[in-house]
Nanobody, 112 residues
Framework: QVQLVESGGGSVRAGESLRLYCAASESIPSNNVMGWYRQIPGAQLELVAVINDTDIVYGAPVKGRFTISRDKSKNSVHLQMNNLRPNDTAEYYC???????WGQGSQVTVSS
């Protein structure tokens, strides 16, 4: 079972930035999708951004503010989050598809 280890969450003020990291314990094929989802309590899981060797997809709420990147040599994926807003507050999860591996979650809290 591949392990996904996340880091980089935290608490910031609106307008500030954070960077999330997710490292896989084993090599992930480049055509597999790596990315980030988020969830607030009581709400559905929401796509943040995903990437594979040909495509990048962003959720509408984060377009233009978040950037996803992948380091294939380190089996990792990163999420640069700029101009954070209070409604970006959520638990962020790293995911690999199609195997459906999940990270442990990283809390991001943005205060106004």
């Amino acid at each position: 079972q591949v392990q996904l280890v996340e880091s980089g969450g935290g608490s910031v003020r609106a307008g500030e930035s954070l960077r999330l990291y997710c490292a896989a314990s084993e090599s992930i094929p480049s055509n597999n999708v790596m990315g980030w989802y988020r969830q607030i309590p009581g709400a559905q899981l929401e796509l943040v951004a995903v990437i594979n060797d040909t495509d990048i997809v962003y959720g509408a709420p984060v377009k233009g503010r978040f950037t996803i990147s992948r380091d294939k040599s380190k089996n990792s994926v990163h999420l640069q989050m700029n101009n954070l807003r209070p409604n970006d507050t959520a638990e962020y999860y790293c995911r690999v598809q199609p195997m459906n591996y999940w990270g442990q979650g990283s809390q991001v809290t943005v205060s106004s």
